[in-house]
Nanobody, 127 residues
Framework: QEQLVESGGDSVQAGDTLRLSCAYSLTYTYTKNCLGWFRQPPGKEREEVAAINLGGDLIYYSDSVEGRFAISRDNAKNMMYLQMDNLKPEDTGTYYC???????????????????WGQGTQVTVSS
């Protein structure tokens, strides 16, 4: 059974740093090929944050986090990370890791391509 579990969410001040982790247990190769982070701000739709392919050589970021966030993965440990620097109040939301997407420029944002999701971890950034 495919499982993903996020951790690392917290309440912080603007300008602070957080590192989210996603521990995954994925049986099928296709589900491991593309992992992603999404977030849902309070009262808003879920939005893409970043995605990374199996080899780590294809990485995508949304414009709102480019230059502040860094996605990475450790395939040996079955872990994915999201390093979040210089956090802003607009980064507040529930953060989800997801697996099974398509890591290409045209499709990485498509949440409907990701088959498996974690339960989410809350990030709150105060000004």
């Amino acid at each position: 059974q495919e499982q993903l579990v996020e951790s690392g969410g917290d309440s912080v001040q603007a300008g602070d740093t957080l590192r989210l982790s996603c521990a995954y247990s994925l049986t099928y190769t296709y589900t491991k090929n593309c992992l992603g982070w999404f977030r849902q701000p309070p009262g808003k739709e879920r939005e893409e944050v970043a995605a990374i392919n199996l080899g780590g050589d294809l990485i995508y970021y949304s414009d709102s986090v480019e230059g502040r966030f860094a996605i990475s993965r450790d395939n040996a440990k079955n872990m994915m990370y999201l390093q979040m620097d210089n956090l802003k109040p607009e980064d507040t939301g529930t953060y989800y890791c997801a697996a099974g997407g398509r890591c290409s420029r045209d499709f990485w944002r498509r949440a409907d391509y990701f088959d498996h999701w974690g339960q989410g971890t809350q990030v709150t950034v105060s000004s």
